[in-house]
């Protein structure tokens, strides 16, 4: 029911970089891999428009969207450091940054401090960034 609303919204504004946004981040969902080529149409057609091109939500459902369905870091990277230049306080943006930084991790190896307590100190990489970023959203 989502999809047929946004594309509604669509045929009244085609050029609303919120809806198409919205759109596209539906498509661009693991669970849809039919719908990921469109996704991608959407993206690029997003930010390749005057309006859109600057609008960070896009830039990081896109770079999301690059690092968990194409495992494409270097083009994640590339769209999450255009938002953080925009601007370096979207606590978004800065919580993507570091998951994709554990994501590269060749191996997602655990980081371990037998110094410390705590279960945050017996978590892979991948583990801790989400913890990070969850702290980050408080």
């Known amino acids: 029911e989502a999809e047929s609303l946004l594309r509604r919204a669509i045929k009244v504004e085609p050029n609303s970089t919120e809806v198409l946004s919205n759109l596209a981040f539906l498509l661009s969902q693991p669970s849809r891999p039919q719908s990921h080529a469109e996704a991608e149409q959407v993206f690029d057609k997003i930010l390749g428009s005057e309006d859109g091109k600057d609008d960070i939500a896009t830039l990081n459902n ?6 968990d369905v194409k495992s494409n870091y270097s083009y994640s990277r590339e769209l999450l450091e ?48 989400r913890a990070l970023t969850v702290k980050a959203l408080r």
């Open 62 to 67: 896109y770079a999301m969207y690059q690092k």
């Open 82 to 129: 255009r938002a953080a230049q925009l601007d370096d306080q979207v606590i978004i943006t800065l919580g993507n940054l570091a998951l994709l930084a554990l994501q590269e991790l060749k191996d997602d190896r655990f980081i371990e401090n037998t110094a410390e307590e705590g279960a945050h100190y017996n978590m892979s990489g991948t583990e801790f960034g």
